[in-house]
């Protein structure tokens, strides 16, 4: 069942960075500039490095969780020619999408009410239906990335030293950690903004961190599927409902060169 399971989560996280390319190909031929390198040659390169990253990090992310107890329930029932996982995908789904939907929401009231102008700068920078292409890098590709390989790592790791003795305790130290690192991992964004100032920083951790420490909970209660659909449900509700919506003017700002601030791929 190990190489099955490699190639089909690597197969759906590659699915999500194809889903990403529009953005940055339609931005930068918005923008009539032209480096030493074709554009369609620099695609191509970016996604095949995102591609050897990705299938890195599947490998290696199975490896771990295999060995910390952490699981991809639904995909590998399936895989495996079971009738039926332990749990059924109503079990997983449902509470996924009913917490990612809370998420969405959450940060998108917080995001309204700290940082309006990082939302803005966000929404402007790409159509409706890019910006719902992007929730599916967060929700599957970032998910690998970072749950699947990340958290299994630093829980295996954890688990061979005293933490093992409160495996409860073990896990919501890695969670943390982990959703640390979702968050500084999106501050780069500030900063192509020019909103990299303590406050700003603040908040984009904060934020980052409810939706990381969530979508972590998932993975270690219900299953790597329970993130990916937490997170891809919280990125469309943020991202693709929430900019629908009616609200006080959120101000402008410079769009962003690339990335999110808040929590979605």
Known sequence: MGDSRVWFVFGIGLFGILAATPY??????????RGRIPLPLLLLLQVLFNAALLWIATRAGLYFADRAGLSIPLIGAWLSG??????GPGD???????????VGLILLLLGRLTIPKLLSAMWASAPWWQRCLLAFYGGITE????RLFLFSAVAWLFGKTSLARSPT?????????????????????LSTLGLLRFGCAVAALFLNGI???AFGYLYWTRGLEAAMTAHLTADLCLH??????????????????????????
Do not use: C, Q, Y
């Open 24 to 33: 940055p190909l339609m931005r930068a031929f918005a923008s009539g500039k």
């Open 82 to 87: 079971e009738g039926g996982a332990a749990v």
């Open 92 to 102: 997983i789904l449902s509470p996924a999408i009913g917490l990612g939907a809370a």
């Open 143 to 146: 998910e690998i990335l970072l």
């Open 169 to 189: 305790g073990l896990l919501w130290l890695t969670n943390v950690l982990v959703a640390l690192a979702f968050g500084v991992l999106h501050l780069p964004t």
């Open 211 to 213: 939706a990381g420490i």
């Open 240 to 265: 693709g409902i929430g900019s629908l919506l009616p609200s006080r003017d959120l101000g402008t700002s410079t769009p962003p060169a690339g990335g999110d601030g808040i929590s979605v791929a």
